[in-house]
């Protein structure tokens, strides 16, 4: 949550912080705002309230000189969204600046305590009790000390970058459980809460591990523990191209990246299939080949979308990979107290590698001895590194708030595990061959379903009216029901709920009239009839119907209202299909209601807080 960029070097700050900073709005983008030192010693700051752009509406004609800066896009944990809540946040004096990422947890008794010495607060933000706390350090200490000295009486999570008037070029970050890197230019240094600020500049990034600071000129960056002993820091390299972040024509990254989902599937499996002999070579997981084969259980943690393909995963895992799976929102895992036992494997997965709850569970299973293992789209991130073992996505960046070409690309992977640990066991070549077989068919068969885009679009404006939707499925396809609700959710802000099509009957089913419409995902596998007795439920209570369902269902649209069709193929795969009408449903849905579907309402692309 929140993007946060300094830059320190030779030129000037402004333009390319503002260049960063776009590229991470994603991460919040309730208010904005910037401090940039000059070389006089001056500072010059503005805050908007708003998309980053009402920061550039703000400026625009002036100028803020000065090759030091920092900036920061918020979404707010502590205060409502105001100016003066906005980051970065200062001193009393105006000098030291700080923007944060994070919560600091014993921000009320610092703030007590500060307020005892005189110190004087603008903002509602736990944020501000940094700058406050190095302000009252640094009159016996120096900038770096002071920043150290400051970090150690607080707790909580941050990504912070720090400025300093009296120190026109240092540039101070620090990090615990908030992400933060430092890409490394030719004399100059930025700082970032992800790689997307700053691929245009440098591919050469260094990761600032929990507990750790560093300390920057133009010419030079040192990172150190908090007990000021040097770390030495592998520099990695990104090979994520700039252009891969932006639009590509689409009319904005929630669409395009939709219209990925066949390159997700082709680049999440690419090469490590090895079809003719129903077998998957998996790199990141080849070290770990025999603690798979001999894991009693795989426990599997996610959130939002991730947490609803890890769903998809117990199914196949347990009906192909022959092993017993639990699945549990990553937010619930560790306050249920789990109960681990010897051959537990842990399976995280997260697009973004950052999402705080992920991290906590995969925390909670490490230290209590588990393998943790996990399948990741950004490279590099916390959760990538934090496991001991796991799978890349390599789909490149998901912008879009809602995760779309995630899901599938996810729900690939772990077909490709069911193969892997299934060929462990007692899965058949000739099994394992036609899973693989099939696999390599879905990128075209998701391909044929984008071409009813516009058959789509019709059917979102066709339900415009309607402000609540039951998303129903069985099986396979349960997963899909809950995901297509929380797509149409947090993009339409429409009332939906996913559920079982079983337990229709035992509840829900109260809410269905002419008004409510359900979407049936009912393709022809091993559970359509119970699905088609439960549609003719619903139309039995004048419920509209929408139903997915496989190519040639001649029998479905005699009973549903509207049928979206996806090819056929096998029972296990069909997520993969099924859900791609329903992120364009949910798409259109919001493109109609005139809502910014890459940036909806209270959300963030990755939720790096609890
Ligand atoms: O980056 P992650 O995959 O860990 O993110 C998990 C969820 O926050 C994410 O899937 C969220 O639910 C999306 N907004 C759903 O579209």
Request: glycine residues 10%; aromatic residues 8%; contains cysteine.
């Amino acid at each position: 949550m929140c993007g946060i960029v300094g830059y320190i070097g030779k030129e000037e700050a402004l333009p390319i912080l503002l260049e960063g900073i776009k590229n991470l709005e994603y991460r919040g983008y309730d208010s904005a705002g910037f401090a940039i030192v000059g070389d006089d010693k001056k500072v010059s700051s503005e805050k908007a309230v708003g998309k980053v752009a009402a920061l550039f509406e703000k400026i625009s004609g002036r100028s803020f000189p000065g090759k030091l800066g920092i900036i920061h896009s918020r979404w707010a944990t502590h205060g409502g969204v105001t100016e003066l809540n906005a980051h970065p946040h200062s001193d009393c004096a105006g000098k030291i600046w700080v923007a944060h990422n994070g919560i600091i947890e014993n921000y009320k008794e610092l703030k007590k305590e500060l307020l005892g010495k005189g110190h004087k607060f603008k903002s509602e933000t736990d944020t501000e009790t940094i700058p406050h706390l190095i302000e009252e350090e640094i009159k016996t200490l120096s900038f770096q000390e002071a920043v150290r000295s400051a970090l150690k009486k607080i707790r909580g999570t941050y990504g912070l970058v720090i400025v300093n008037s009296d120190e026109p070029h240092t540039l101070i970050a620090a990090r615990n459980f908030s992400p933060l890197l430092i890409g490394l230019g030719d004399g100059e240094y930025i700082v970032a809460s992800d790689a997307a600020a700053v691929l245009k500049y440098t591919k050469n990034v260094v990761y600032l591990d929990d507990g750790e600071m560093a300390v920057m000129t133009p010419s030079s960056h040192k990172v150190f523990d908090l007990d000021m002993n040097h770390r030495e820091k592998e520099t990695h390299v990104i090979d994520w191209s700039p252009e891969l972040a932006q639009k590509g024509g689409y009319a904005n990254f929630m669409l395009k990246e939709i219209f990925e989902g066949p390159e997700a599937v082709e680049n999440s499996v690419r090469g490590r299939l090895i079809a003719k002999e129903g077998l998957v070579k998996l790199g990141g997981l080849s070290d770990s080949l025999p603690l798979l084969r001999d894991a009693k259980r795989i426990l599997i943690s996610g959130c939002g979308t991730a947490y609803y393909a890890g769903r998809v995963g117990e199914y196949m895992l347990e009906e192909y990979g022959g092993i017993p799976v639990e699945v549990d929102v990553a937010s619930e895992f560790r306050y249920r107290k789990p109960v681990f036992r010897e051959g537990d494997i842990f399976l995280a997965i997260s697009q973004s590698g950052e999402t705080a709850d992920t991290l906590a569970a995969l925390r909670e299973a490490k230290e209590k001895g588990v393998p943790v293992m996990g399948i990741v789209n950004a490279i590099g991130s916390t959760i990538a590194r934090y496991t001991d073992a796991g799978v890349y996505q390599h789909i490149g960046p998901e912008i879009g708030v809602a995760s779309t070409k995630a899901f599938v690309s996810q729900v690939s992977i772990l077909a490709l595990l069911t193969i892997l640990i299934g060929r462990q066991r007692e899965m058949s070549l000739v099994t394992g061959r036609r899973i693989a077989e099939e696999l390599k068919k879905i990128p075209d068969m998701i391909r044929r379903v984008l071409k009813q885009n516009d058959e789509i679009a019709e059917l979102a404006r066709k339900y415009q009216k309607f402000n609540n939707f039951l998303y129903l499925g069985r099986k396979y396809n349960l997963p899909v029901a809950y995901e297509g609700a929380l797509k149409l959710k947090e993009i339409s802000y429409i009332h939906a709920e996913g559920c079982g099509a079983g337990e229709m009957k035992h509840g829900p089913i109260a809410m269905i009239d002419e008004n409510f419409p359900s979407v049936f995902i009912a393709p022809q596998d091993s559970v359509y009839e119970k699905m088609i007795s439960n549609i003719e439920e619903v139309k039995a209570r004048r419920g509209p119907v929408i139903a997915i369902a496989t190519e040639g269902d001649e029998k479905i649209g005699e009973i549903a209202d509207d049928v979206i069709f996806i090819p056929k193929t096998l029972e296990m795969l069909t997520p993969i299909l099924s859900v791609i009408p329903l992120q364009l449903f949910a798409y259109h849905f919001g493109v109609l209601k005139g809502l910014d579907v890459d940036k909806p309402r209270n959300l963030a692309k990755s939720v790096t807080v609890e």
